[in-house]
């Protein structure tokens, strides 16, 4: 690790910044997208469970129909790609045994011998005291990636703005979610900042790390 | 961008996995420490309002007090930088006025020219039907930065472990949080993998593309 990178790296999140005005024009290149929705796909998740769907909209009929919804913030429809991160309604038996019989074939090890870690998460996320809090949980997930994903973007010079602001009930109408097991949860606008928008000039705020930091 | 750049995040994001084992002799140096404080401090948020607070606990005391309250997890003693997340109890009227305050002083703006924004907030999240949930958004708020800090303590080759399974309440305990306006929400411990943690060399476990990432 050398000081570039260091720098590399810090000089691209002070880059990034919440963009409202998207360059409708200006389109993630294809191999760009593939290594961003490559490290959506690498999100760490609690157990390994990913308990969530991406949904990349890229209908714009679909983008026009939830922009009502989304406060009206155009980054709707002025992005190059819009995900929408959906978390499981609740977890079941079922997502369990998903997980292990996947891990099964992807190291080559006796399902026998993943036991105890079924039995972990079934005592937790699934009949456990969390199990009833298991979508917010999965939302949780669902933040992680998030969070991954506009660092990740920034470190690839992508713009993006989280959307908080959305209603979820009525993504989920238009997403056809009903009765699939996932809910909308947030939603992230990714591309190219416009060369108009002058929230990229503003000075970020951030409280001091003597404030945000407590060494103890 | 070019190619070497994408290549070289994908190779850091498939590189970190959720190290089990520490090397308690290694510690992250000095400057690599403070860009990952820093990018911690440069988390987005919702509003921007950093609804949370960072505890570095690096005391052996208190590490060794934690410790059966994660699980007997020995990543808890044996990292090097073990940071616990903790998030607002509720959002009041206070954390926006310092964050309007705040915003006023970095940018040099007039305070009324925030009122429409001021406002917003407080129909949202300090009164508005969030309000309720207000620990609940804030808890998502630190799981952004749980995921910014990951992705970028592997782009700095820092390796790093999530810890969701810790009791919450006796953290507040021990950590002195009662009355304090926060609570625990997760952990991460921070460092560099032993040698011998087998867990470094298992196949990473994910979901395909064409389940998790869907295209309307």
Same mark, same amino acid.
């Given at each position: 690790?050398? $000081? ?19 360059? #409708? ?6 191999? /760009? ?11 760490? !998740?609690?157990?390994?469970?990913? #308990? %969530? ?46 997980? /292990? ?7 080559? /090890? ?16 699934? $009949? ?37 602001? /959305? $209603?979820?009930?009525? %993504?989920? $109408? ?24 002058? %929230? ?6 951030? %409280? ?6 407590? !060494?103890?």
């Amino acid at each position: 690790m050398n $000081n570039t990178n260091i720098q590399s790296l810090i000089q691209s999140l002070e880059w990034r910044y919440a963009t409202k005005v998207f360059n #409708p024009a200006k389109i993630i290149s294809a191999d /760009i997208w593939a290594a961003l929705e490559k490290a959506l796909v690498l999100t760490p !998740t609690s157990y390994g469970l990913q #308990p %969530y769907q991406f949904i990349l909209v890229q209908d714009p009929a679909k983008r026009a129909a939830l922009l009502p919804h989304s406060w009206g913030q155009k980054q709707v429809v002025e992005c190059s790609h819009y995900i929408v991160f959906t978390a499981r309604t609740e977890m079941t038996p079922a997502d369990v045994a998903k997980l /292990i019989s996947h891990t099964v074939q992807v190291r080559g /090890i006796p399902a026998g011998s993943l036991d105890f870690y079924r039995d972990m998460m079934l005592g937790d996320i699934v $009949n456990g005291p969390r199990g009833k809090a298991a979508h917010e949980w999965a939302a949780r997930q669902c933040y992680i990636a998030l969070g991954n994903l506009m660092t990740c973007a920034a470190v690839l010079s992508v713009d993006a703005c989280p959307m908080e602001g /959305i $209603n979820p009930a009525e %993504y989920d $109408n238009l997403l056809g979610l009903n009765g699939s097991g996932y809910k909308t949860v947030v939603a992230l606008a990714l591309g190219y900042r416009a060369e108009g928008d002058k %929230y990229a000039r503003l000075k970020k705020v951030r %409280y001091s790390h003597a404030e945000l930091v407590r !060494t103890v």
